[in-house]
């Protein structure tokens, strides 16, 4: 018999967060969509231009951290602070 | 009534004084006292300037009060009372002085109504930043100390020579008064308001002090550092052509790094950093609705993030650290702490019923026009970036609970009730000023009758965030959003803490070495001028020489000689 350790597993909030997400982000829609405003000045006020700008923005915090992670990490011995200075000698 | 004319700034800096010598029990009522104190002297009194005095011909008014720095001033003043509840669980006499000596001169600069006095005033909590952050327990905070000396003090000397030129047209011209960026003081200013605000290439002091100040430091440097930029924006340049661009680049900035950044203090001084630009962009914009959504977006920022950091502050305390990537199951042992950085991320996001949304909204309307729709866009956009950034990544990251095949010999204890509470208490304030703005519109300047819970205002920010958690969700749960590392990122803080020190510290080594080739080359010399003088007196010390002329005397006797006759003859003369 072999003493294999069990498995992680994970769970957490996602779906909590996600259904609250979407029932907040459907009722901002239907609201949006049913307002009898013809008068957007541009086309992020339309209605359901919300909803991208917020696809948009998530996207973009997504590559951003990607982005940033490869082209600014920090590599070497103190990558995980930011104490290394030019007159550090610890 | 007793009337006090006395620049309600003053009253924390002396209550400084106090604190240093005051047994720990006193401290925070003496804090607090101090804040409500101040609070009264600036409620008290009606609008307009006194105690002008002139010194060396240059006016100086230690107290102007107007509706501008009111609503500035009674944000940082219920913040320092806040600040004065989360601090008191901790003994550190010299923190405490710090931030009251951080308040009080932000607080004084607010209220002055001359340029010396603010930029002495500004100076002064310049100073008290530096001491609160030498104060902090937490390794590097020296070095970030001297740091924000260096930044501190370059804005200084761009202040002091702004004044002086400023001065140039006149003594009058140091009053408060609109500046012209065209000029060479308005100029200086500026650049030195940039410092003070935050702005692009000089971002970088605010995450570095906040990211090594203690808790409460890290709350108190959020509120009482960039927002008397804001205020002195808002103030010297309304409606600057060129503050709309930066604000607008202060944004991206923010918002980029606060979604890649793995230690959450950083993380949230870079999400300050972002409504700091939207106010300064507002600013720019210049209308009044826009100043007047400035000023309040100021005012809910403060308290958001404050709270922020002060649930940051409270993990930070406990834990150790505040990075996401260390928080996985933070939530079963610390729910309390987890709950309340929910709370005020929302608060960041500017979710409605929450302090930043009332504000926020009136940004969007003040942007509302075809020039400044790029600018309206960023405003709409930073709310959902910051909502994936602050709330979502650690809060779902906190709720991660993992079956570990060794599970943790010391289970984490809740924060302190004091940090739990200062951070509830300034949760309090965001869920009160966002369902109620109402008092908050009647402190602006401008006369504001808006609805912020409108129907067309409320249903397009739910579908911002909920689309923006919807797609987060998603884009976590297919493996496409980064996993949460310790990592830590590169800003342009690397370029002169690396290459520029290191070039500094070379430039350094070779003039001392120059230095100290000149100081070995005056030391031979002298040396060898010393040997040949002591050989020469020694030549005339030879009591039996064969003459004058072979036994080397000659010369100096001649010498002799040829000076006592001119002597002789100038006496005759």
Redesign the interface.
Known sequence: MTRTPPPTRAKGVSGLVFLFCATAGGLGLAFDLTRNDLSSWWLGAEPGAAAVIGLGAATLAVLAGHALRFLLRRRGRNETTEERDAGHHA | MLAITLNPGFVPILAALAVLAAPRMLRAPTIAGAALLALWLLLDREFGAAARVAQMGLPVVLLNLDALNRIFGIALLLALIIIAVFSSSRRNRYEDAAILSLAGGTVSALFVGDLISFVAAAAFAGLAAAWTVFASPL??AN?AGVRLLIWHGIEGLLFLVGVAFQLRAGAESSVFARLDVDTLGGGFIFAALMIRVGAPLAHVWLK?VV?HASPAGGAALSVFSSMLGVYALARFFPSETLLAPIGAAMIVIG???A??KDDLRAGAAYGLMAQTGVCVALIGAGSPLAMAAAEGHAFTSIFAFLALLMALGAILERTGNARISSMTGLARTMPLSVGLLLVSGLAVSATPGLAVYATHTVALDAT???PL?WL??MI??TP??LF??LV?RP??TA???????KPKAHPIAEAPFTMLLGAALASFFCISIGLAPGWLYGLMPADLAFQPYA??R????????????????????TG???KE???????ID?LY??????A??WAGVVMLRFYGAWQAALSAASNWAARAFTAWTRSCDRPYAESPVTSGAAAPLAALAVFMAVMFFARVM
Do not use: H, Y
């Open positions: 390794p590097g070095r570095d990211a918002v980029v790094f979604a890649a509302a026009q075809w729709r309206w866009l709409a956009a959902a970036v994936v950034a979502l809060v779902l709720n991660l609970q993992t079956v570990a095949a129907l067309d409320v249903a397009p920010r739910l579908e911002t965030l909920g689309a923006a958690g919807v797609a987060f969700v998603l884009l976590r749960a496409v959003a980064a590392r310790a990592v830590s990122l590169l800003d690397a803490r690396g290459p520029l020190a290191s500094g510290r």
